[in-house]
């Protein structure tokens, strides 16, 4: 990494580990570009030119990310249970699937205690996926 040290105009470079906030001031790409196009003492430097080369345009970063977030389209995941569709009225989304399912209060009224039926639950998820597009996001974008 390229680095002003200690407010100094010429720049060094070093490891990141060596980077001291209090004395270092980081050197951005865009400098690095302006200097190398500017200054003949920074035009053919072989180090300039490979930290350039490495550099993320904005525009690559904005395809990583969508390209990450597309693969992270919703789910949905449905299961079949059995449930007493007494306690699975006690609810307000048991009573709303009950209505979906056409059982009315007199359909309740006709089934003993006992009784079970079976109910399809369907849920949308894609939090997992956003973990993995963010993972994604971090890895391509780490240098």
């Known amino acids: 990494m390229f680095v002003h040290k200690n407010g100094?105009?010429?720049?060094?470079?070093?490891?990141?580990e060596q980077f001291d906030r209090s004395k270092d001031i980081a050197v951005t790409n865009s400098e690095l570009t302006y200097l190398r196009a500017n200054n003949p003492k920074y035009a053919f430097n072989d180090k300039m030119a490979e930290t350039?080369?490495?550099?993320?345009?904005?525009?690559e970063i904005r395809e990583i990310i969508k390209s990450a977030l597309d693969e992270a389209k919703t789910t949905k995941e449905s299961s079949e249970v059995f449930v007493n569709p007494f306690e699975y009225a006690k609810s307000k989304e048991g009573l709303e699937a009950l209505k979906a399912m056409n059982i009315t209060a007199e359909d309740l009224r006709?089934?003993?205690?006992?009784?079970?039926?079976?109910?399809?639950?369907?849920?949308?998820?894609?939090?997992?996926?956003?973990?993995?597009?963010?993972?994604v996001i971090r890895e391509s974008l780490t240098p």
Do not use: Q, R, Y
Request: glycine share 6%.
């Open 8 to 16: 100094d105009s010429e720049i060094s470079l070093i490891l990141p």
């Open 52 to 59: 350039l080369m490495g550099a993320s345009s904005l525009k």
């Open 110 to 135: 006709t089934m003993d205690a006992g009784t079970l039926i079976k109910v399809k639950t369907e849920t949308d998820s894609n939090a997992e996926k956003i973990g993995h597009a963010i993972n």
